[in-house]
């Protein structure tokens, strides 16, 4: 698949929230680092984990013959790290610190180890994972705006009392998750070639 | 420089706890790798029609880990199990290649049931004979029988894409192997 | 609300909202809501009993990635032991399976659980606690990969290892394709959410 055909199936047809169902239902308010840092945090996050993933899997363990042992090296071998360069962005001032202290929570959580193994795992060369990683990083931040919006929404809306907050806004999620249920691997591939 | 000291047995406890996991872990790869490769056999010898007796070729594929040399008077056949996986379900398969890359045979071992896409209809046939120079079909128009494959499925394009890369690798198994 | 030696204990997904995105997108089928769930209940229920002892001979600052390297173990070797014996259902959850390491029952685990503990409550009834807590996850999570399934496809299908393959055929064709979609597990689980708020309010408890 060409480099485009890779974005928009890693950040559609692959959303990364609607489709694989990683993460969590966001909170960009509360964590308070506003849109922007989360949106660099998410793509630096998941460019750096399924990087370092991509690397011990394909130059380590697939030559050893160990490749089933990618997740337990990487946690080993790459959280630490991972943990520790946004550790030292957040200890930073201003715009980079948001980064750091965003990305510190995306380190460790399905969002990151699944896009991850999603990557890794695919068959794709290295600057492929990279790319689908930074459009995986791209497609669950473009979701999670669009749920902000809706919950922004429907905070002023009358909605019954056992559905307010959390139930409606995973409602919501499964009404916008139909929106992207036309764009399969097939329809990208139509789309824009093999 | 005490709490130096205590500090590296903290760190040696701790790599001996992860070094010990490492190897429960590979142990445990080491016993499921040599079970499936035991099953996989069985599966390609039932297709292929007599017994399999070499050491397959570890391949590094998402749809498929081994491939199993079958030598034989008129060249090498190489069989493999390989795994569908499509939004529309999952499917395992096993499949005999010539040493072209020209699929042979191939046959649904199992699927995921609740979702019956690959199990519709004989439509793996449309993959039969092709391989090698004769490309496998792109889309579910070209096949044999669309309406099995119910119209431009996604798992179709997924098995041609699979079958595809899976002949080339056999070629070059086959050059290999003379 | 209930304390001390009788703790409410909210169902982790339906109260607490734990892993509720990786089911709404893998959970389609009895099968593999019965394979994830197994695995999240196990491997919590093994973190929770291993986490005493790592308490014990790990310092805190080597605690968290001790405990992320167990948890990792725990969700491969669970890989590979259902590689072998359901292989088809295996290939399907494709990552989930590995992603039961950080999935949050393993969190939620790793972060001492929903319920408010008592600075007197014993290892044991700690346990107990993470016992319900898992069971309620697991029987949720088969009950919703059997909703979705049976509406969604109209069958019910029992992996090969659990009931020998058993395949019940409840209406021909796909009553409800959606259901076995994601945005079905979504919309599914957020009413299945909000049912249980419902049951709640009426039996006047209280998610602490």
Not at chain 2, 111 to 122: E, H, I, M, N, V
């Given at each position: 698949?060409?480099?485009?055909?890779?974005?928009?199936?890693?950040?559609?047809?692959?959303?990364?929230?609607?489709?694989?169902?990683?993460?969590?239902?966001?909170?960009?308010?509360?964590?308070?680092?506003?849109?922007?840092?989360?949106?660099?945090?998410?793509?630096?996050?998941?460019?750096?984990?399924?990087?370092?993933?991509?690397?011990?899997?394909?130059?380590?363990?697939?030559?050893?013959?160990?490749?089933?042992?990618?997740?337990?090296?990487?946690?080993?071998?790459?959280?630490?790290?991972?943990?520790?360069?946004?550790?030292?962005?957040?200890?930073?001032?201003?715009?980079?610190?948001?980064?750091?202290?965003?990305?510190?929570?995306?380190?460790?959580?399905?969002?990151?180890?699944?896009?991850?193994?999603?990557?890794?795992?695919?068959?794709?060369?290295?600057?492929?994972?990279?790319?689908?990683?930074?459009?995986?990083?791209?497609?669950?931040?473009?979701?999670?705006?669009?749920?902000?919006?809706?919950?922004?929404?429907?905070?002023?809306?009358?909605?019954?009392?056992?559905?307010?907050?959390?139930?409606?806004?995973?409602?919501?999620?499964?009404?916008?998750?139909?929106?992207?249920?036309?764009?399969?691997?097939?329809?990208?591939?139509?789309?824009?070639?093999? | 420089?005490?709490?130096?000291?205590?500090?590296?047995?903290?760190?040696?406890?701790?790599?001996?706890?992860?070094?010990?996991?490492?190897?429960?872990?590979?142990?445990?790869?080491?016993?499921?790798?040599?079970?499936?490769?035991?099953?996989?056999?069985?599966?390609?010898?039932?297709?292929?029609?007599?017994?399999?007796?070499?050491?397959?070729?570890?391949?590094?594929?998402?749809?498929?880990?081994?491939?199993?040399?079958?030598p034989g008077k008129n060249g090498d056949e190489f069989g493999a199990v390989i795994y569908m996986r499509s939004r529309s379900g999952t499917g395992r398969?096993?499949?005999?290649?010539?040493?072209?890359?020209?699929?042979?045979?191939?046959?649904?071992?199992?699927?995921?049931?609740?979702?019956?896409?690959?199990?519709?209809?004989?439509?793996?046939?449309?993959?039969?004979?092709?391989?090698?120079?004769?490309?496998?079909?792109?889309?579910?128009?070209?096949?044999?029988?669309?309406?099995?494959?119910?119209?431009?499925?996604?798992?179709?394009?997924?098995?041609?894409?699979?079958?595809?890369?899976?002949?080339?690798?056999?070629?070059?198994?086959?050059?290999?192997?003379? | 609300?209930?304390?001390?030696?009788?703790?409410?204990?909210?169902?982790?997904?339906?109260?607490?909202?734990?892993?509720?995105?990786?089911?709404?997108?893998?959970?389609?089928?009895?099968?593999?809501?019965?394979?994830?769930?197994?695995?999240?209940?196990?491997?919590?229920?093994?973190?929770?009993?291993?986490?005493?002892?790592?308490?014990?001979?790990?310092?805190?600052?080597?605690?968290?990635?001790?405990?992320?390297?167990?948890?990792?173990?725990?969700?491969?070797?669970?890989?590979?032991?259902?590689?072998?014996?359901?292989?088809?259902?295996?290939?399907?959850?494709?990552?989930?399976?590995?992603?039961?390491?950080?999935?949050?029952?393993?969190?939620?685990?790793?972060?001492?659980?929903?319920?408010?503990?008592?600075?007197?409550?014993?290892?044991?009834?700690?346990?107990?606690?993470?016992?319900?807590?898992?069971?309620?996850?697991?029987?949720?999570?088969?009950?919703?990969?059997?909703?979705?399934?049976?509406?969604?496809?109209?069958?019910?299908?029992?992996?090969?290892?659990?009931?020998?393959?058993?395949?019940?055929?409840?209406?021909?064709?796909?009553?409800?394709?959606?259901?076995?979609?994601?945005?079905?597990?979504?919309?599914?689980?957020?009413?299945?959410?909000a049912l249980y708020r419902v049951i709640l309010r009426k039996a006047a408890r209280r998610i602490p």
């Amino acid at each position: 698949m060409s480099y485009v055909g890779i974005v928009l199936f890693s950040a559609f047809a692959a959303n990364a929230m609607l489709v694989y169902g990683f993460g969590r239902l966001p909170r960009f308010r509360a964590t308070g680092s506003g849109w922007l840092p989360q949106l660099i945090a998410l793509v630096i996050v998941n460019m750096l984990g399924s990087t370092l993933f991509w690397a011990i899997r394909n130059l380590v363990l697939v030559p050893l013959g160990l490749a089933s042992l990618d997740l337990f090296i990487f946690v080993l071998a790459a959280i630490p790290a991972m943990k520790s360069l946004m550790r030292v962005a957040s200890g930073g001032k201003g715009f980079l610190a948001r980064i750091g202290v965003a990305g510190d929570e995306l380190v460790v959580g399905t969002l990151s180890f699944g896009v991850a193994l999603l990557v890794s795992r695919s068959g794709y060369r290295m600057l492929e994972a990279l790319v689908a990683s930074a459009a995986s990083g791209f497609g669950y931040w473009l979701a999670a705006v669009v749920l902000e919006r809706i919950r922004d929404r429907l905070e002023l809306s009358d909605v019954p009392t056992p559905f307010r907050g959390a139930p409606i806004m995973i409602v919501s999620t499964g009404l916008i998750a139909m929106a992207l249920m036309g764009v399969d691997a097939l329809f990208v591939k139509n789309l824009v070639g093999q | 420089m005490a709490a130096r000291k205590v500090s590296l047995v903290e760190n040696l406890a701790a790599a001996a706890i992860m070094g010990f996991l490492s190897l429960l872990l590979v142990t445990a790869i080491l016993l499921t790798e040599s079970a499936a490769s035991s099953r996989e056999r069985v599966l390609i010898a039932d297709l292929a029609g007599r017994s399999v007796t070499a050491k397959p070729s570890a391949i590094d594929d998402p749809a498929c880990s081994r491939v199993f040399p079958l030598p034989g008077k008129n060249g090498d056949e190489f069989g493999a199990v390989i795994y569908m996986r499509s939004r529309s379900g999952t499917g395992r398969a096993a499949a005999l290649f010539a040493g072209s890359g020209q699929l042979e045979a191939i046959r649904l071992v199992d699927g995921d049931s609740a979702r019956l896409d690959f199990d519709q209809g004989d439509w793996f046939s449309s993959f039969l004979g092709k391989g090698a120079d004769d490309a496998y079909p792109r889309q579910a128009a070209s096949a044999r029988d669309p309406a099995a494959v119910s119209g431009a499925s996604e798992s179709f394009a997924e098995t041609a894409g699979i079958l595809e890369r899976m002949s080339l690798l056999i070629r070059t198994l086959g050059k290999e192997r003379g | 609300m209930k304390t001390g030696k009788d703790p409410f204990v909210p169902n982790p997904i339906l109260g607490g909202l734990v892993g509720v995105f990786p089911l709404a997108a893998a959970a389609y089928s009895l099968a593999n809501g019965l394979v994830l769930g197994l695995g999240a209940a196990l491997c919590s229920i093994a973190l929770a009993s291993l986490m005493p002892a790592l308490r014990a001979i790990a310092p805190d600052r080597l605690r968290a990635p001790l405990s992320l390297g167990i948890s990792a173990a725990l969700a491969l070797l669970y890989s590979d032991l259902i590689a072998l014996v359901a292989p088809v259902t295996g290939i399907g959850l494709g990552v989930y399976l590995p992603l039961l390491a950080v999935n949050s029952m393993s969190m939620h685990i790793l972060r001492g659980g929903h319920t408010p503990l008592l600075k007197e409550d014993s290892a044991t009834s700690r346990m107990i606690i993470v016992l319900r807590e898992a069971m309620g996850f697991f029987l949720v999570a088969l009950l919703i990969g059997a909703v979705r399934e049976a509406a969604g496809f109209g069958t019910l299908v029992f992996p090969a290892v659990f009931a020998n393959g058993a395949r019940l055929v409840l209406t021909k064709g796909a009553p409800l394709l959606l259901l076995a979609s994601p945005a079905g597990g979504f919309i599914l689980i957020g009413c299945s959410v909000a049912l249980y708020r419902v049951i709640l309010r009426k039996a006047a408890r209280r998610i602490p």
